[in-house]
């Protein structure tokens, strides 16, 4: 009996202290989701090149919030032409849990070809939703281009991931087979 409560009081102090000093989660009240790949890749050759990032921006708040997209390659990258926020100054309003629907997020024009640079390279892009009148960041997403010269090899995927593909693929023909079946 006595171990028992023993148990019992030792359980809710544990339960106690884990609520105290857990810190309280609180989502950003606004949430940048890419429909595109975060981490896509580029060849430059004898002209400029664009990767796009697509996506959407969502108010997670039940209020109204104004905001521009902001950002662009961190730290400053020599591959880099151009950079274009999707959503820019003046900024938009979503409403309570709206959407922007899909977009283009950032547009990153690439330098074309230069001898003087070392290839493959990395662009790291931070798109940052922020307040067009403070500046104060809603949220930070970060993406990424890995940029490869002309006649550079892709890499390609894994070979585990080539073999998770082709089972998924193998599932779903089964699958089918069966339900045809059924029918």
């Known amino acids: 009996m006595i171990l028992r409560s023993m148990r019992f009081f030792l359980a809710g102090f544990l339960l106690f202290s884990v609520v105290l000093v857990a810190p309280i989660a609180k989502a950003d009240s606004l949430s940048i989701v890419y429909t595109s790949t975060q981490d896509q890749t580029d060849m430059v050759s004898t002209g400029f090149s664009s990767v796009v990032f697509t996506g959407f921006v969502i108010n997670n708040t039940d ?15 020599p591959y880099v032409a151009s950079f274009q926020n999707g959503i820019g100054f003046p900024g938009i309003t979503l409403g309570a849990g709206q959407s922007t629907g899909n977009i283009d997020l950032a547009i990153v024009t690439l330098q074309f070809f230069d001898t003087h640079l070392t290839y493959p390279g ?9 307040s067009p009148g403070t500046g104060n960041a809603f949220t ?14 892709i890499p390609e995927p894994s070979v585990a991931m080539m073999i998770f593909a082709g089972a998924l693929v193998g599932l779903a023909g089964v699958r089918k087979r069966d339900f045809s079946r059924r029918a």
């Open 140 to 153: 930070e997403n970060d993406a990424s281009i890995q940029v490869f010269a002309p006649g550079t090899v």
């Open 122 to 130: 990395t662009v790291n892009i931070v798109l940052e939703a922020v």
């Open 63 to 77: 209020a109204p919030i104004t905001f521009q997209l902001t950002g662009g390659p961190e730290p400053f990258e």
